[in-house]
C-alpha cells in the first residue's frame, strides 16, 4: 500500500493545519510519527480501522485530533495550538495490530509533510 500525505507547512505559534493521508487501498490501522531535525521518530497519535480508538502521546493531548474516513482510505491530523516544538516532518503510517503506538506495529510508511511552527 502507498500513503501519501499531505498538509504540512510553515506556520505561526497558536496556528492550525490539518494534515492528511490518504492510502492507496484498503482499511488500516492509521497512526502519525513525527521527527524532528536530529532526533528519532516519534509517536504522536493513533486510530484504529473498525473502532475508531484513538490514541495521543501525552505531548499532544488537548491540541491533537486524530480522525478517518474509510470511504476516502484517508486519515487527518487536526494539530491546533501549535508550538514551536512541534517542528518536525510528520509521518503516516498504516498497520494491522499491536499496541499502534510503536513503529514496529506499522508495515507501511508514507515519505512525510514537514511542518514548522515559527515563535
Known amino acids: 500500500v502507498q500513503l501519501q500525505a499531505s498538509g504540512g507547512g510553515l506556520v505561526q505559534a497558536g496556528d492550525s493545519l490539518r494534515l492528511s493521508c490518504a492510502a492507496s487501498f484498503g482499511v488500516w490501522n492509521m497512526g502519525w510519527f513525527r521527527q524532528a531535525p536530529g532526533k528519532e521518530r516519534t509517536f504522536v497519535a493513533t486510530?484504529?480501522?473498525?473502532?475508531?480508538?484513538?490514541y495521543y502521546a501525552n505531548s499532544v493531548e488537548g491540541r491533537f485530533t486524530i480522525s478517518r474516513d474509510n470511504a476516502k482510505n484517508t486519515v487527518y491530523l487536526q494539530t491546533n495550538s501549535l508550538k514551536p516544538e512541534d517542528t518536525a516532518v510528520y509521518y503516516c503510517a498504516a498497520g494491522v495490530s499491536g499496541s499502534l503506538k510503536q513503529l514496529s506495529d506499522y508495515s507501511y510508511w508514507g515519505r512525510g509533510t514537514l511542518v514548522t511552527v515559527s515563535s
Open positions: 486510530i484504529s480501522r473498525s473502532d475508531y480508538n484513538t
